[in-house]
C-alpha cells in the first residue's frame, strides 16, 4: 500500500513529466501543417497573372515560406533569378557561334538579361534586410518594386529584339525560354506588390 508521501512524490512527477511535455505539444498543434502551406501558396497565387506557373515554381519551398507572405515574396525574386541567369548563361554560350544577325540579337538578350538579374540581385538584397516601418518600409519596399519592374521590361527586351530575327528553332528557343523567365519575374512582382499593400 502506498504511503501520502509516495503518492506525493508520484503527483510531482506526474506534474513535472506534464509541464516539460507542453512546450512540444503546443508547437505541434501550433506549427503549420505541410497541406496548409502548399494551399496558402496556392491561394496566393491565385492573384497572379501565372498562376499554374507560380504554384509549380514555388511549392516546393512549401516548407521555407510556410505562410509567411514575406517569405513568399523573397522566395519568388531568388527563383526569378536563378532562371535568369541561368537563361543568361545560355545565351552567351549560344552568342559565341551565331551568324551575325542572330548574334547581335543574342548579345542584345544576353546584355538585358544581366541587366535583370542585377536588378533582382538589388531586391533580393533589399528584401532581405527590410527594417523599420512608416514612410522608411514603404520607400523601401517601392525599390524593390521599382527593380522588379525594370527586370521584368529588360526581358521583355529580349524577345523583342528577335523580331527581325528569321524565325527558326533558335530564334523560338530563346523566346521560350525567356517567356518563362517573364513569366516568374511577373509573379514575383504580383506577390511583392501585394505584400508591399498589406504592410502599407
Same mark, same amino acid.
Given at each position: 500500500m502506498q504511503t501520502p508521501r509516495s503518492l506525493f512524490i508520484v503527483f510531482l512527477f506526474a506534474v513535472h513529466l506534464h509541464l516539460r511535455l507542453l512546450p512540444i505539444v503546443n508547437a505541434a498543434a501550433t506549427a503549420p501543417s505541410p497541406a496548409?502551406?502548399?494551399?496558402?501558396? &496556392?491561394?496566393?497565387?491565385?492573384?497572379?497573372?501565372?498562376?499554374?506557373?507560380?504554384?509549380?515554381s514555388l511549392s516546393s519551398y512549401a516548407s521555407v515560406i510556410q505562410q509567411d507572405p514575406g517569405r513568399l515574396a523573397l522566395v519568388a525574386i531568388t527563383v526569378s533569378l536563378e532562371k535568369a541567369k541561368l537563361v543568361a548563361a545560355y545565351v552567351s554560350n549560344l552568342s559565341r557561334e551565331a551568324e551575325p544577325?542572330?548574334?547581335?540579337?543574342?548579345?542584345?538578350?544576353?546584355?538585358?538579361?544581366?541587366?535583370?538579374?542585377?536588378?533582382? &540581385?538589388?531586391?533580393?538584397?533589399?528584401?532581405?534586410?527590410?527594417?523599420?516601418s512608416?514612410?522608411?518600409?514603404?520607400?523601401?519596399?517601392?525599390n524593390i518594386q521599382t527593380w522588379m519592374s525594370a527586370a521584368l521590361t529588360n526581358e521583355e527586351t529580349c524577345t523583342d529584339g528577335f523580331e527581325d530575327v528569321p524565325d527558326g528553332p533558335l530564334k523560338s528557343d530563346v523566346s521560350d525560354r525567356a517567356a518563362k523567365v517573364k513569366e516568374v519575374t511577373s509573379n514575383a512582382l504580383a506577390l511583392i506588390n501585394s505584400y508591399a499593400n498589406n504592410i502599407s
Open positions: 496548409n502551406n502548399s494551399d496558402f501558396i &496556392r491561394s496566393s497565387c491565385q492573384t497572379t497573372q501565372y498562376p499554374d506557373t507560380c504554384y509549380n544577325r542572330t548574334g547581335a540579337a543574342l548579345h542584345d538578350c544576353l546584355s538585358v538579361f544581366r541587366d535583370a538579374a542585377d536588378q533582382m &540581385r538589388d531586391s533580393l538584397n533589399q528584401m532581405r534586410t527590410l527594417g523599420g512608416g514612410e522608411s518600409l514603404r520607400f523601401q519596399m517601392s
